[in-house]
């Protein structure tokens, strides 16, 4: 089992940036392809970003390709969202989770995730 840990929320303004940091403990870091999902009041879970085990792949949500990064430091057991040219919209809990998939390519979608922190908040002010 894995236990993860998001921080790095927080109020910024539109155009701001911040970065989110998800640490891992317990079982091998570098076994799980990571994500990161986002759950705004009223709406679904969605989709932000994901990237594989070794950190060679990954992939965004069209709503933050260009804005988004995603990465991550196995020797640190942390994966990041770099988070740049915010908008209201984004405005949300965010969420990263662990799939102990092999795939190269790295699961989007939330039910093929074994793992999930508890979330930090971003609010984005206009």
């Known amino acids: 089992q894995v236990q993860l840990v998001e921080s790095g929320g927080g109020l910024v303004q539109a155009g701001g940036s911040l970065r989110l940091s998800c640490a891992a403990s317990g079982r091998t870091f570098s076994s799980y392809a990571m994500g990161w999902f986002r759950q705004a009041p009223g709406k679904e879970r969605e989709f932000v970003a994901t990237?594989?085990?070794?950190?060679?792949?990954?992939r965004n949500a069209d709503s933050v390709k260009g804005r988004f990064t995603i990465s991550r430091d196995n020797a640190k057991n942390t994966v990041y969202l770099q988070m740049n040219s915010l908008k209201p919209e984004d405005t949300a809990v965010y969420y990263c989770?662990?799939?102990?998939?092999?795939?190269?390519?790295?699961?989007?979608?939330?039910?093929?995730?074994?793992?999930w922190g508890q979330g930090t908040q971003v609010t984005v002010s206009s």
């Open positions: 989770a662990a799939d102990q998939t092999t795939s190269w390519i790295p699961p989007s979608r939330p039910s093929e995730y074994d793992y």
């Open positions: 990237i594989n085990r070794s950190g060679l792949s990954a």
